[in-house]
């Protein structure tokens, strides 16, 4: 199976410029979930994202706002809702969140595993059987791409599909980090 390269953050397919160009905004899928920690947050996009959970959350929102187009105010409110029912989610299994993490001493938070959810993906176009399809959110969960509309997060409980994104995953991972150098590595040099 081919995966697909999902273009986001456009209204339409460019015609002047290639599908695969790297200019566009797109992200290269694999068999792993795409989610909010998959790629780093580009550093130009933290702003006050250092300060405490609460701000990185909204960093994010804002980042993400950056790909619905400039008047769109249906689909901010989509993301707006849709990361609110992600803090709502582990807000819920706190204490069955925390208790799994008791064993780092606090280095970890149950706030920390928002950063597994999905990562959504505005106004995002790509190719299926040939043909390009669009959706005004997608969402890569490794096997399949997942369209839904801003309104099907307005309720404030996440779809099943959406459910306990922490599952299969070893430890919370941020997005608020730097990317290495290539030909950097965290191997040690010795045996």
Do not use: K
Request: aromatic share 10%.
């Amino acid at each position: 199976m081919t995966l697909p390269r999902i273009l986001y953050g456009l209204d339409r397919l460019p015609s002047t410029i290639a599908a695969d160009d790297a200019r566009l905004p797109a992200v290269d899928v694999s068999a792993a979930p795409l989610r909010l920690n998959s790629l780093p947050l580009p550093a130009a996009a933290w702003g006050a994202g250092g300060a405490d959970h609460a701000a990185r959350m909204e960093a994010v929102r804002s980042w993400l706002f950056a790909s619905c187009g400039d008047y769109n105010e249906g689909l901010r409110r989509g993301i707006t809702h849709y990361l609110n029912a992600v803090a709502a989610h582990v807000e819920r299994h706190r204490v069955t969140l925390t208790a799994a993490l008791a064993r780092f001493h606090g280095l970890y938070q149950a706030e920390d595993w928002c950063w597994s959810a999905l990562r959504p993906l505005p106004r995002a176009l790509w190719q299926h059987n040939g043909a390009w399809v669009r959706a005004d959110l997608a969402f890569w969960n490794g096997n399949e791409v997942i369209t839904m509309r801003p309104r099907d997060f307005e309720t404030g409980d996440l779809p099943m599909p959406f459910q306990h994104f922490w599952t299969g995953e070893t430890l919370p991972l941020s997005p608020f980090r730097r990317t290495f150098p290539e030909g950097v590595s965290l191997r040690p040099s010795f045996p």
